[in-house]
């Protein structure tokens, strides 16, 4: 099993920056894609952005140019930054870990509020 932590998130003001930060423990070797998935109120869960243990990165057209994905393998880490927030950006950002083989995420993080807001 693969757990996930995940830190960052809170109230910011359009047009600003925001970092989240996700680390994961466990079973890691079996990990390929880490990444952010996001939900805001009403709607489906969304892929954000994701990258492969390989570096490979997808990003959601709706943040492409804004945001940056980055991974450290040997810290187990993947990171967010978020830049020229909207008020559209709202949501809870989730953490997720896919396995090798795997088509769909594995593992969750408990979520963590982001809020753009004047």
């Known amino acids: 099993q693969v757990q996930l932590v995940e830190s960052g998130g809170g109230l910011v003001q359009p047009g600003g920056s925001l970092r989240l930060s996700c680390a994961a423990s466990?079973?890691?070797?079996?990990?390929?894609?880490m990444g952010w998935y996001r939900q805001a109120p009403g709607k489906e869960r969304e892929l954000v952005a994701g990258i492969t243990r390989g570096g490979f990165i997808n990003y959601a057209n709706s943040v492409k140019g804004r945001s940056t994905i980055s991974r450290d393998n040997g810290e187990n880490t993947v990171t967010l930054q978020m830049n020229s927030l909207k008020p559209e950006d709202t949501a809870v950002y989730y953490c997720?870990?896919?396995?090798?083989?795997?088509?769909?995420?594995?593992?969750w993080g408990q979520g963590t509020q982001v809020t753009v807001s004047s």
């Open positions: 466990g079973n890691i070797a079996s990990v390929n894609t």
């Open positions: 997720y870990a896919q396995l090798f083989g795997s088509r769909y995420p594995d593992a």
